[in-house]
């Protein structure tokens, strides 16, 4: 998770103090032992960010010599697991380095962040416990400790970590958005809201932010509260795309199908691809001579001729519907027995009989199947008695 990856950042330099550990990085001298070159070469290249030579070079470690420093050994070995995702590799060496006397309570900082990955959330916490003074520096390790706790149902415990945190780093505003999802995700909607709308006054909010409350607001069904929220993002980040069409299909959930075309379209101004969006939700509305002005603008011609063969038939305007039958031919689109059908319809009721079977003995489908012999059976009563179909 992205905390994680942010705890890595943070405790990078931290980690040179194990690095450094007993008398630092030295180069290597005539005097000085093979272990000892073997266990600095790797710190160096773990420093630089090369996991996989530090491994190489820590095999030429023989951990059999007294002189070896076992701590130091586990420690590096296990922090180049850690970085190339080995999380189990990497937790075996840590703990090894603490039964061989690894002092440097960074380590548990790195054990945290491995047992959560590993989902062993109650050795997450204990691990963060046993911290020192690193749980009260970072904030990020007291949002893993929460969210060890929210993983363990303990929502008590997982709130109050970061109602902890927010008093120990009262600018740092994470904690409460964090606290906003705690709500939104126990149905405690109206306290989301509100503490929503204090995180996004206060902490000069991003469009992320806005979408993220927005949506997990949206995704609860408590619309209403999702819109006041989208809204006013929407006055501050106009030209924001996922803005917009998170807003619309907020609208589209409460059957606002005007409002949610309105916006598609002002969105079609910056992404143009979302036009079709626009002239469906239109057409769904009933709005079809709207919906098939903002069809010419359309550019992929599959997505134009299929949405223009729709509108038509809304429009109950069969003639101009039946005289598509070349373009989609020529886009493939006749390939998708419905819109075979919706042609072989159009044909019918344009009173083009001739042309309808060749398009009925393509389908399929059982219930287009079913469709097809209906419309048989209505061409043969039309042949007989052609005054019922005027």
Known sequence: MNYLIIIKQIYLIIALVILSYYGGVASATANESQPTDAIELAALM????????????????????????????????GLAYMNLNDSVAAKSNLQLALKNGQQDKVIFVYL?????????YQNTIQAISKSGDHLHKNPTLIILKAQAYWQLENTDAAINALNVGKNIFPNDFRFLRRKVFYFVQLGLYQEATRLGKQYLTLSKATAEDYIAIGNALRLSKEYQQALNILEIA??????????????????????????????????????????????????????FHKALLLNERVQDQKVKF???????????????????????????????????????????SSGRFSAVNKHLDHLKDAELFRRGIELRRLMEACETEPWKCV
Do not use: P
Not at 50 to 73: C, I, K, P, Y
Not at 278 to 286: D, L, P
């Open 112 to 120: 945290a962040q491995i047992y959560y990955s590993l989902k062993e």
């Open 234 to 287: 929407r006055l501050q980040f106009a030209n924001n795309e996922t803005l917009a069409k998170l807003l619309a299909h907020t609208y589209l959930d409460q059957g606002k199908l005007n409002s949610a075309a309105f916006i598609l379209e002002q969105a079609a101004l910056i992404n143009s691809d979302l036009i079709s969006e626009a002239a469906e939700v239109y057409r769904r509305a009933g709005r």
């Open 306 to 348: 299929k949405q223009r063969l729709s509108i038509l038939l809304s429009l109950q305007q069969y003639e101009q519907a039946a005289n598509m039958e070349a373009s989609l031919y020529r886009n493939g689109l006749l390939e998708d027995q419905n819109i075979r059908y919706a042609l072989a319809y159009a044909l019918f």
């Open 46 to 77: 773990l420093r630089d960010g090369h996991n996989d030579r530090a491994l190489m070079a820590l095999q030429n470690v023989n951990l059999e010599d007294s002189e070896t420093d076992l701590a130091r050994f586990y420690t590096l070995q």
